[in-house]
């Protein structure tokens, strides 16, 4: 289980919600992550989850309609 910066356990692990999502889903967004699970730091945890071994790809995005520009993270390989 990651800390945060006060060294204290994350609740029921950020990191558990973001690989359910990742395995139930065609990826989770920085938004959604925000939306869904209160995650402000998604690309941080994400950082995380690859160094305990995840292979989780980004890619990289543009809204059709707005252009703007986000990342979508996928769950990759034999975490899938």
Do not use: C, W
């Not at 999502?21 to 730091?41: C, F, N, P, Q, W």
């Not at 950082?47 to 769950?75: A, C, M, N, W």
């Amino acid at each position: 289980i990651g800390t945060n910066r006060k060294g204290k356990a994350m609740k029921k692990s950020q990191h558990q919600l973001i690989i359910n999502h990742l395995k139930s889903t065609k990826g989770i967004t920085v938004r959604e992550a925000m939306i869904d699970y209160s995650i402000s730091s998604l690309s941080k945890r994400i950082q995380e989850l690859r160094e305990q071994g995840f292979d989780i790809l980004s890619v990289k995005k543009k809204h059709p309609i707005t252009g703007q520009r986000y990342v979508r993270y996928i769950l990759e390989g034999d975490n899938a």
